[in-house]
T-cell receptor, first 109, second 115 residues
Framework: KQEVTQIPAALSVPEGENLVLNCSFTDSAIYNLQWFRQDPGKGLTSLLL?????REQTSGRLNASLDKSSGRSTLYIAASQPGDSATYLCAVNHDKLIFGTGTRLQVFP | GAVVSQHPSWVICKSGTSVKIECRSLDFQATTMFWYRQFPKQSLMLMAT?????????EQGVEKDKFLINHASLTLSTLTVTSAHPEDSSFYIC???????????FGSGTQLSVL
């Protein structure tokens, strides 16, 4: 059974810091991995999608890497801003999407 | 981009009543839709996979008779919480798979509160 874990569970930082969020999964047989953002009481916003054959994807201040063999992905957020405050979820896809435990991020001015 | 519409966004009901949540793909055909449940400060847990024209596949521990899923068309899946109880209070989110781009799109979620 696929299990997805995220570390840290919560993070509070001053704005401007560069951040690394970690995601690990137990079964490396995945099609792809996605990072999502969720604001309180809201749905999900897809941030980055990495196919199993790829090593990383970038979008603006966000960079996600994937090491499928070791079952790990990281989301790098550069120059964090208060507007980045949200819960970040990674999810691995193999016919169905299994979500990680989430990292609650707070960036204060 | 593709849009998935989920209604209602929030619902309050009395214990023992049934509640239906709709999930529609607005500009693509979704042969597969997924239903998730999220308790406060927890991650999304997959409840079931809904395939158009066939029975849903439920995850272990999810009661199929309590959470009825119907996927009667390529653009609509419904989740009915039957005889709802306070412990069913949760945030429910659907997602739909657009096979043409092999991506999943999510609804905005439904907050269910059972009194």
């Amino acid at each position: 059974k696929q299990e997805v874990t995220q570390i840290p569970a919560a993070l509070s930082v001053p704005e401007g810091e560069n951040l690394v969020l970690n995601c690990s999964f137990t079964d490396s047989a995945i099609y792809n991995l996605q990072w999502f953002r969720q604001d309180p009481g809201k749905g999900l916003t897809s941030l980055l999608l990495i196919q199993s054959s790829q090593r990383e994807q970038t979008s603006g201040r966000l960079n996600a890497s994937l090491d499928k063999s070791s079952g790990r992905s990281t989301l790098y957020i550069a120059a964090s801003q208060p507007g980045d405050s949200a819960t970040y979820l990674c999810a691995v896809n193999h016919d169905k999407l299994i979500f990680g435990t989430g990292t609650r991020l707070q960036v204060f001015p | 981009g593709a849009v998935v519409s989920q209604h209602p966004s929030w619902v309050i009901c009395k214990s023992g009543t049934s509640v239906k949540i709709e999930c529609r793909s607005l500009d693509f055909q979704a042969t597969t839709m997924f239903w998730y449940r999220q308790f406060p400060k927890q991650s999304l847990m997959l409840m079931a996979t809904s395939n158009e024209g066939s029975k849903a596949t439920y995850e272990q521990g999810v009661e199929k008779d309590k959470f009825l899923i119907n996927h009667a068309s390529l653009t609509l899946s419904t989740l009915t919480v039957t005889s709802a109880h306070p412990e069913d209070s949760s945030f429910y989110i659907c997602s739909a798979r657009d096979k043409s781009v092999e991506k999943l799109f999510f609804g905005s979620g439904t907050q269910l509160s059972v009194l």
